[in-house]
């Protein structure tokens, strides 16, 4: 298909011949001519080459030149744009278009001069005389339709010959991509290829999300870490400095208790010393006192005799008393007696009056001990630091239960303000578990002064102690030092060590109590559950509900992952294929080839003698 200007008097005709026609199909040349001559859309290849063109292409062909034994076509240099599927062309760069090729659906070749004459695909070669020089290097580009010969319309092919064998390959190649439906299956690919790429961005976005919130979480975990360790290393500090203050205060306290063994022992010494004399001195007393009481037993026996003579006497006495009734110088007598009697009572009296008064102020003096020992039994029971410091531990426990249970489905806000909280509680434990242990401290020395008294001043220890050793009790749950344990069987009584070692010749093991808050000292961390420590920076946890709902939507993206795959091999399968095709369409385009050089040997000999012929020159 073609057109050129139609401002000549050749344009009107041919105007008016296409008019008139059968087929009554009208076709604007200026439309062609404007877009050619459009800035907007640049050409794809422009240049000068040598192109077959008829009367009706072009009114620069001869016709006087058109003889029965020759084509009325010639060959003539015209200047070419490529832009769109329109071959346009015009005599030269600044002249109006004069017509154009559609290449939809075009098939491109490259062909010698000589073979293209032998197949009949030219008439001629270009003569010497004309605008172009025909060289040994030129190659004919031949584009015939596929669609030729459709509806009984046949399509004039497209013939142009090239100086060289580069620029006809440049022009096929530029030529073959110029088809609408190849553009529009290119920009199908181009889609598809678009697709592709916006489903894997979208697919690596939604991966990088995930990546990040993977990151996040590791973040958070390591942050959790972090402040583990932190209160870790805090928690060995404070340790380290009570292990420290406690061993001054044992050292001082061992140099002290040993200081006053030693004076106890030299006061021991000193007793034994006079307890050895003393020994010696009674053994003598004894010694002494048999002797008295030799002498006691004769003196018993004269008191006896003297008893018998006493009673004469009584006897007498009672005689004399009945007869001083009737004489009385005699009741006199017996009055003084009386009276001397009397002064004896009364010194006897006295004497416990004095003891009287001594028991009084003893009585108050323990009254007095009574109560300070009272007042000292109030304040132990009142000191609730322990009472805190439990009290406390639970509210934090709870408060991480929640968190635990609840956190998954709270805000950031709400996340932060529970952390925060967290945190404040376990500040607060700290510094309850600080002065429950000095309160625990305090009770402890106290009770080993009680403790010492005894042993050193041989006192009972009383009510106190007791009620002293309930409330230590109680404190040695969370702050008891190591004490010996004793092993009990089914019915709660104390088994034997033997017993429960179940050898009789294995050794007594070691047997110890485990405190929350790890002894005197302090400990590592505050757990009564294996594994589990309340100052422990909490995590959310992730509900059974949400866990499963969250497997299922794995189960679900495996699948679809799967058949992706199996998609994805289909595809490469059908690329295999289509690799198969392309390679059996270009066997057997080149075996047609063969054919075509098998039916013209004698060009294809001429051919080989002119090449032969150019080498020997």
């Not at 005197?520 to 992730?542: A, H, I």
């Not at 799967?562 to 998609?567: N, V």
């Amino acid at each position: 298909m073609s057109a050129h200007d139609g401002s000549g008097p050749a344009g009107a005709t041919l105007r008016e011949g296409r008019d008139s026609g059968d087929e009554g199909f009208w076709l604007d040349d200026h439309a062609f001519i404007v877009f050619g001559r459009q800035v907007e859309t640049s050409a794809v290849r422009s240049g000068t080459v040598m192109l077959l063109l008829d009367p009706r292409q072009s009114s620069a062909v001869e016709k006087k030149h058109v003889t029965p034994l020759l084509s009325e076509q010639q060959w003539l240099k015209r200047y070419c744009e490529l832009k769109g599927n329109l071959l346009l062309y015009a005599p030269h760069s600044d002249a109006a278009f004069e017509g154009a090729f559609m290449l939809e659906d075009f098939v491109f070749k490259l062909f010698p001069p000589s073979r293209a004459l032998a197949m009949g695909l030219i008439p001629r070669l270009p003569a010497e005389d004309t605008e172009g020089e025909h060289t040994r290097d030129s190659t004919v580009l031949v584009g015939t339709s596929r669609h030729d010969g459709v509806y009984g319309k046949f399509l004039k092919p497209l013939v142009m010959m090239l100086d060289t064998q580069r620029a006809a390959a440049a022009w096929k190649l530029q030529m073959d991509s110029c088809s609408a439906s190849k553009m529009q299956q290119k920009i199908k690919e181009l889609e598809a290829l678009l697709e592709r790429e916006r489903a894997a961005v979208a697919r690596e976005r939604e991966a990088t999300a995930v990546i990040t919130k993977q990151q996040e979480l590791a973040l958070m975990e390591s942050e959790g870490s972090k402040r583990t360790l932190l209160l870790e290393i805090e928690r060995l500090e404070q340790r380290n400095q009570r292990l420290q203050a406690s061993g001054e205060v044992t050292e001082k306290a061992a140099a002290e208790f040993v200081d006053q063994k030693a004076h106890e022992i030299s006061f021991l010494q000193n007793e034994l010393a006079a307890q050895l004399a003393g020994s010696k001195r009674l053994e003598e007393e004894v010694v002494h006192l048999r002797e008295v009481l030799s002498s006691s037993q004769q003196k018993a026996q004269m008191l006896a005799a003297e008893n018998s003579q006493l009673n004469c006497k009584v006897s007498d006495f009672l005689k004399d008393l009945e007869d001083a009734r009737d004489n009385p110088s005699r009741f006199a007598l017996l009055m003084s007696r009386l009276r001397a009697a009397n002064q004896k009572v009364a010194i006897e009296n006295k004497r416990i009056r004095e003891e009287n008064i001594s028991l009084t102020q003893n009585f108050h003096q323990l009254d007095e001990k009574f109560r300070q020992k009272a007042r000292i039994m109030r304040q132990i029971a009142e000191r609730g630091d322990v009472f805190d410091l439990l009290r406390k531990w639970l509210i934090c426990s709870e408060h991480k239960v929640r968190f635990y249970e609840q956190g998954y489905k709270w805000s950031p806000q709400q996340e932060e303000d529970a952390l925060e909280k967290i945190e404040e509680l376990q500040r607060a434990i700290r510094v309850a578990e600080a002065a429950a242990r000095s309160s625990y401290i305090s009770h402890r020395a106290f009770l080993l002064g009680e403790q010492l008294k005894a042993c050193t001043l041989n006192a009972s220890q009383g009510d106190i102690y007791a009620f002293l050793k309930e409330t230590l009790d109680r404190f040695g749950w969370l702050f008891g030092e190591v004490e010996p344990y004793l092993p009990k069987g089914a019915d709660d009584q104390v088994v034997p060590f033997w017993r429960d070692a179940g050898d009789l010749l294995a050794p007594i093991p070691l047997r110890e109590q485990l405190y929350p808050f790890g002894g005197l000292e302090g400990g590592p961390q505050l757990s009564l559950v294996p594994d589990v420590c309340v100052l422990r920076s909490v995590e959310k946890l992730v509900p059974a509900g949400e866990y499963l709902k969250l497997k299922n939507i794995h189960a679900l993206l495996q699948l679809d992952f799967s058949e992706l795959k199996e998609t994805v091999d289909k595809l490469m399968e059908c690329r295999t294929q289509l690799r198969d095709l392309r390679t059996q369409c270009a066997l057997n385009q080149a075996s047609a080839d063969w054919r075509v050089f098998e039916t013209h040997p004698r060009v294809l000999l001429k051919e080989e003698l002119s090449d032969e012929e150019n080498v020997d020159k």
